[in-house]
């Protein structure tokens, strides 16, 4: 089992910049491919960025490449996400994932294990 806790989210201007943490335990996030997504009201959980196990790949979504940065330390067991140019359309709660499996990481059913969220509003 791991269990994931994220932290860092806020109010924050539109402009302005975020970096949001996700802590892990119970297992080393290692052989996890460790992922981001949001949710804003009324709609559906989306995929924001994930880095693979191993060799550390990266991806993002098209609403925030350019503006994001994903990265993990596995001997801290954490994972974040630095977004810059906030803009009023980021407002979501943001979640941390892990995913054991070799699979569509842009799917949310790739993941086994998630964090509860974290806030986060721009204001314009």
């Known amino acids: 089992q791991v269990q994931l806790v994220e932290s860092g989210g806020g109010l924050v201007q539109a402009g302005g910049s975020m970096r949001l943490a996700c802590a892990a335990s119970g297992r080393n996030i290692a052989t996890y491919a460790m992922g981001w997504f949001r949710q804003a009201p009324g709609k559906e959980r989306e995929f924001v960025s994930v880095i693979t196990r191993f060799i550390n790949v990266r991806a993002y979504a098209d609403s925030v490449k350019g503006r994001a940065t994903i990265s993990r330390d596995n001997a801290k067991n954490m994972v974040n996400l630095e977004m810059n140019i906030l803009k009023p359309e980021d407002t979501a709660v943001y979640y941390c994932?892990?995913?054991?499996?070799?699979?569509?990481?842009?799917?949310?059913?790739?993941?086994?294990?998630w964090g509860q969220g974290t806030q986060v509003t721009v204001s314009s």
């Open positions: 994932a892990a995913s054991q499996r070799s699979a569509n990481y842009r799917d949310l059913n790739s993941y086994d294990y």
